[in-house]
């Protein structure tokens, strides 16, 4: 009798089995076996957020952060060697500050010459009587004259006192020269008016030949002057120095690919690359945050604070050739809230908030 139940549940067994086999062969079978594997965990729990609609931003764009101001790359305006690296990196220095000075003893030499001739010419057309309806015009160039050798004698004064007490705001010598530069421009400004209302009235004679002359002696003066100012590179903005190039005795010019000086704010702020695709979810005032990998864990928030108005190619990594495929992005400069502790130049990923 055992014998035979054995053989029945052996028999029985192999039934259930041979069955179990068809329904799982059978095509349009709704029965599905699952492995519980972690990717396929993972897989359809990200598909369960994005139906959901959970991720707080709905575009994310490649960035770098730059100065607020952006960076200010300052070449030199003239070829010549250089005589004076007056700042460092990190330098906080004012509007206008020289920050490499040339060699300038030629500047200076054509500078001597011309203001040489201009006075010749002066003491020719003094020395003759004025053209009818041209005294009050003659006087007005005189002092416009007068006033321009003034602002740049007091522009060198300042630089000097500049490069002697930078680290002393409170030198009264620096002040003194600050105040002498300001009262020499509004002295100038005023004098460039009255000129030009002299020159404004009608039926203002044409100068002769010996006042011709010292109007062109004179514009001789002022491209001297030039020429000598731009032997000393200025900063156009008050700010930081993000770096310096420029060494002593090293010969520039205008056409050097690397800038003799970078300049930039100390607020910073990013400018992102967003994908053609997505410029319809970005707006003005669209609140940011940003991350870095240097910063692991951190977000630093802001918002949208310019759109560029067109597209144009990525500048933020080289792709090697165009291609037909390549997609362009808009430009997004993004203003960070507070102080953050990112750096000019800082690879960033900005993520536009919902």
């Known amino acids: 009798m055992a014998r035979k139940l054995a053989i029945f549940t052996g028999l029985a067994s192999l039934g259930l089995a041979g069955f179990a086999v068809a329904l799982i062969m059978t095509p349009g079978n709704p029965i ?28 994310a764009a490649p960035g770098r952060v730059e100065p607020r101001s952006g960076q200010i790359r300052i070449s030199a305006g003239i070829g010549g060697r250089v005589e004076k690296v ?71 004064e300042l630089d000097d006192a500049i490069a002697t007490d930078r680290n002393n705001a409170n030198s009264q010598n620096l002040s003194s020269a600050r105040r002498r530069h300001a009262d020499a421009i509004d002295r100038l400004r005023q004098e460039q008016s ?42 156009p903005i008050a700010g930081k120095v993000l770096q310096i190039h420029a060494k002593v005795g090293e010969m520039v010019g205008p056409a050097m690919e690397i800038p003799l ?3 930039g704010d100390t607020a910073v702020r990013v400018r992102a690359e967003v994908d053609e695709h997505d410029v319809a979810k970005i707006k003005v005032g669209q609140r940011v945050f940003v991350k870095n990998t240097a910063y692991q864990g951190q977000e630093f928030d802001g918002k949208v604070a310019e759109l560029a108005p067109s597209l144009a190619l990525p500048r933020m990594g080289s792709r090697g050739a165009r291609r037909a495929t390549d997609v362009e992005v808009m430009e997004v400069l993004i203003d960070l809230d507070g102080n953050v502790p990112l750096l000019p130049g800082m690879r960033v990923d900005a993520f536009f908030r919902r």
């Open 86 to 156: 007056a700042v460092k990196m990190n330098d906080r220095v004012a509007e206008g500050e020289v920050l490499i000075r040339l060699e300038d003893k030629e500047a200076r030499a054509r500078l001597s010459a011309a203001e040489a001739e201009a006075s010749v010419r002066k003491r020719e057309r003094d020395g003759q009587t004025a053209t009818a309806g041209r005294d009050s015009i003659n006087k007005a160039e005189d002092a416009v004259y007068t006033a321009e050798r003034a602002v740049m004698s007091a522009r060198f």
């Open 194 to 235: 009255a000129l030009a209302s002299a020159i404004s009235r009608s039926g203002t004679p044409a100068p002769n030949r010996l006042e011709a002359g010292l109007i062109a002696a004179r514009s001789e003066v002022t491209l001297a002057e030039s020429v000598l100012d731009k032997t000393r590179i200025r900063t």
């Open 261 to 263: 000086a970078v300049m």
């Open 32 to 59: 599905q076996i699952k492995f519980n594997t972690p990717a396929a965990s993972s897989t359809s729990t990200s598909g369960a957020a994005n139906v959901s609609g959970q991720l707080p931003w709905v575009a």
